[in-house]
């Protein structure tokens, strides 16, 4: 990788999209760390499609600190089905205030998030083999985040159940989506009242890069009451009979 390449790329998408306050010479030598591993592993791990740097960092980083903005400071964070560590590993760099657990089924994934957190040096990540469903049993982790979020699981309805039981009432759940958010949403009106859950905003997150422009959107649903313990259910029956 041509890593003054890099560190210009990311100087010039952080500053078209609003973004320098999450950059400084540390964070971007972690983030050129990361790319280099990420893109030396994918191989190995199957980690992303995305492998030139520019569009990692637009893609990717940019991507991911859409949501930086609505968590609140000193927020325990989950990040369901993180995959590569996206967003967990762009939050947990560039916002240290965070606490962090990303959690995925997938083992390799989580052991290279794990091994690449310690690698940068981040205190404030730590991953979890986990699936989504029944890792919301756990009372040690049922409705104890103050913030949820997962970027490219499933559909909004059943990724509701995934994640809305994690969080503690007076809390958000922010799910990273496309354009297709609005109808998302529409579909997932039951499953957010079912889950105790309530609609806040339909969030608008555009970024841009010259003239690439990506229109992405993130969908903000607060957690006003309590979850019901019949919930999540069991993965066949969230994903073939959702809410
Ligand atoms: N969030 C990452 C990865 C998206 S790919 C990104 O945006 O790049 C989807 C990931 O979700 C995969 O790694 C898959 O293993 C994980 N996943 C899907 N369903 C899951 C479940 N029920 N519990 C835990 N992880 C799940």
Not at 80 to 109: C, N, Q
Not at 146 to 174: M, S
Not at 209 to 235: F, M, Q, S
Request: glycine share 6%; hydrophobic share 40%.
């Amino acid at each position: 990788m041509d890593e003054k390449a890099f560190r210009a790329a990311m100087t010039r998408i952080f500053g078209e999209n609003g973004m320098t306050r999450y950059l400084n010479y540390e964070k971007t030598e972690k983030y050129a760390r990361l790319t280099e591993r990420m893109l030396s592993e994918n191989e190995k791990y199957n980690l992303t499609a995305i492998t030139d740097p520019a569009e990692v960092a637009l893609l990717h980083y940019a991507d991911c600190l859409t949501v930086a903005a609505h968590l609140p400071k000193k927020a325990k964070v989950i990040d369901v089905g993180t995959g590569a560590g996206f967003p967990a590993l762009p939050l947990a760099i560039s916002r240290e205030d965070l606490s962090v657990l990303a959690v995925d089924a997938t083992e390799k994934r989580v052991r290279y998030v794990e091994e690449t957190a310690r690698m940068l040096g981040l205190t404030n990540l730590t991953a979890q083999v986990l699936r989504a469903e029944s890792g919301a049993k756990d009372p040690a982790l049922r409705e104890s985040f103050d913030v949820a979020c997962a970027r490219g699981v499933a559909p909004l309805r059943v990724l509701c159940e995934y994640c809305l039981p994690y969080v503690r009432v007076g809390g958000i759940f922010i799910a990273m989506k496309g354009q297709g958010a609005p109808s998302e949403v529409a579909q997932a009106k039951r499953a957010i009242a079912m889950l105790g859950g309530k609609l806040r905003e339909i969030c608008p997150a555009p970024l841009s890069d010259g003239g690439k422009k990506v229109e992405h959107t993130l969908v903000i649903i607060d957690k006003i009451a309590r979850t019901n313990a019949l919930y999540p259910r069991e993965n066949a029956q969230i994903v073939k009979k959702p809410l």
